[in-house]
């Protein structure tokens, strides 16, 4: 008597030969694998004392070979990445008006534009900026660069030609002024 098969690939089933008529795939070694003598589970699974002891050392055991893994890729990776901050410092600390007393209203640096009246921040440019995406993270608006050359006088006739950690002045938007 012969083993009907289905094909792995296709999913034609009761084939008889070794070949599958549909997508002529070798069934030769799952045939082989059908025929092969019923073994009972039982006999050849190796019993293992199954204590709870044994399977806290086992989890434990492993956990640490996780942690140790993960410490020492952790590790492997910051060496090869470079990092790139952010630096962004605040020009002047908002007037509380009693709403935070512990927060005094003196300048925190003493070079802040005058013609701002709220303050502001200094960015400095990171890879892939420039004018309208500064101006969209901060004012939710690509088309306020204008703003930015506005405060940074600087970067007048180079709209396009920012570079890599050059600081330009953020001014804070009025909506948001006390």
């Not at 892939?128 to 405060?151: C, N, Q, T, V």
Request: overall charge negative.
């Amino acid at each position: 008597m012969t083993i009907k098969l289905t094909c792995p690939v296709c999913d034609r089933p009761e084939i008889e030969g070794n070949i599958c008529p549909n997508c002529e795939t070798d069934l030769t070694l799952i045939r082989q694998l059908q025929e092969l003598p019923q073994v009972a589970v039982e006999a050849a699974v190796i019993a293992a004392p199954k204590s709870p002891q044994n399977i806290r050392q086992l989890l434990l055991l492993m956990g640490v070979i996780i942690l140790l893994l993960g410490i020492a890729l952790g590790g492997f990776i910051s060496r090869q990445l470079p990092v790139e901050t952010a630096s962004i410092a605040t020009t002047e600390l908002v007037e509380t008006a009693g709403f935070m007393p512990w927060l005094n209203k003196q300048k925190i640096d003493k070079n802040s534009r005058e013609s701002s009246s709220c303050g502001g921040f200094y960015y400095s440019v990171q890879r892939g900026d420039s004018l309208s995406r500064i101006a969209r993270k901060f004012y939710g608006e690509g088309s306020r660069w204008p703003e930015l050359i506005e405060m940074n006088p600087n970067l007048k006739g180079r709209e396009n030609k920012i570079e890599v950690g050059e600081v330009i002045f953020i001014q804070n938007l009025p909506e948001y002024c006390l």
